[in-house]
């Protein structure tokens, strides 16, 4: 790893996940790298998803512009 220097516990630790992913350490941290941007691009996702349905008036507009489900158009909401 050029650059980086982490603890020998950390660094057995990794080398362990990697040989156990068969995969050789840079690929493993490669992957591990990916994953954890999704990860990241998946949360913040929600985040803004949770801000946008939370609010009544731009959960009626997007129906109003596109069309709610039907179970939507339906469904009892509560008070």
């Known amino acids: 790893m050029a650059g980086i220097e982490i603890d020998d516990t950390t660094a057995d630790?990794?080398?362990?996940?990697?040989?156990?992913?068969?995969?050789?350490l840079d690929a493993y941290l490669a992957q591990v790298a990916e994953e954890k941007r999704r990860e990241r691009a998946l949360a913040e996702g929600a985040e803004i998803f949770r801000q946008v349905t939370s609010d009544p008036e731009t959960v009626a507009a997007f129906d109003a512009e596109y069309g709610a489900p039907e179970s939507a158009r339906t469904a009892p909401r509560a008070a």
């Open 13 to 24: 630790a990794l080398q362990a996940l990697a040989d156990a992913a068969g995969l050789p």
